[in-house]
């Protein structure tokens, strides 16, 4: 079965940088484009970075562009998000997830992994 | 940016009642558009996309209508584990999500 399993998370001070990974298996994970999106605690989902399959196509929500890399590594089945200049409006639950319908949605999510930024 | 509000905010219900959950969009999405479910401590899961499509493994009691600018999230007969909260989610103008519909038991 379809398996995302994110880690990296944690407490950092502001202006440190981490990377997030989100290892997946049970799927051609070649073929699929991958997502992150990021859930401040008792907020909403806000959308943060999309790649494609090949690791050709990359967006990024306009307020992330510049600070936070989507990767991946086909090789490894893994997803990547390195978040540089961390702010504490950066905490949040970041989950990866699978692409559905072309990137227009996605159908599997990982449980999630925690970023806290506070001094 | 498309912004997305849904309402009710709040939705108090019993079981076995029918829920109807508003999303209305600032600008045409076309039919692009999803509605996810998410418990306390889960992620969400995708119930229906393209406005009216269940995903896989849905039961037909949820179900999807709208155009434009104005989506419906319809659920015929409420389960005790339809207790969630429902998100909606635009594809037409990169992608952003309605600030969600809390559904509680009545």
């Known amino acids: 079965q379809v398996q995302l399993v994110e880690s990296g998370g944690g407490v950092f001070q502001p202006g440190r940088s981490l990377r997030l990974s989100c290892a997946a298996s049970?799927?051609?994970?070649?073929?699929?484009?991958m997502h992150w999106v990021r859930q401040a605690p008792g907020k909403g989902l806000e959308w943060v970075a999309v790649?494609?399959?090949?690791?050709?196509?990359?967006h990024y929500t306009e307020s992330m562009k510049g600070r936070f890399t989507i990767s991946r590594d086909n090789s490894k089945n893994t997803l990547y998000l390195q978040m540089n200049g961390l702010g504490v409006e950066d905490t949040a639950v970041y989950y990866c997830?699978?692409?559905?319908?072309?990137?227009?949605?996605?159908?599997?999510w990982g449980q999630g992994t925690l970023v806290s930024v506070s001094s | 940016e498309v912004v997305l509000t849904q309402s009710p905010a709040t939705l108090s219900l019993s079981p076995g009642e029918r829920a109807t959950l508003s999303c209305r969009a600032s600008?045409?999405?076309?039919?692009?558009l999803a509605w996810y479910q998410q418990k306390p401590g889960q992620p969400p899961r995708l119930l229906i996309y393209d406005v009216s499509k269940r995903a896989t493994g849905i039961p037909a009691r949820f179900s999807g209508s709208g155009s434009g600018t104005d989506f419906t999230l319809t659920i015929s007969s409420l389960e005790p584990e339809d207790f969630a909260v429902y998100y909606c989610?635009?594809?037409?103008?990169?992608?952003?999500f309605g600030p969600g519909t809390r559904m509680d038991i009545k």
């Open positions: 049970g799927f051609p994970f070649s073929i699929y484009g």
């Open positions: 790649i494609g399959h090949d690791g050709t196509y990359i």
């Open positions: 989610q635009q594809c037409s103008n990169w992608r952003t």
């Open positions: 600008q045409s999405v076309s039919n692009c």
């Open positions: 997830a699978r692409d559905f319908e072309i990137s227009k949605y996605v159908d599997y």
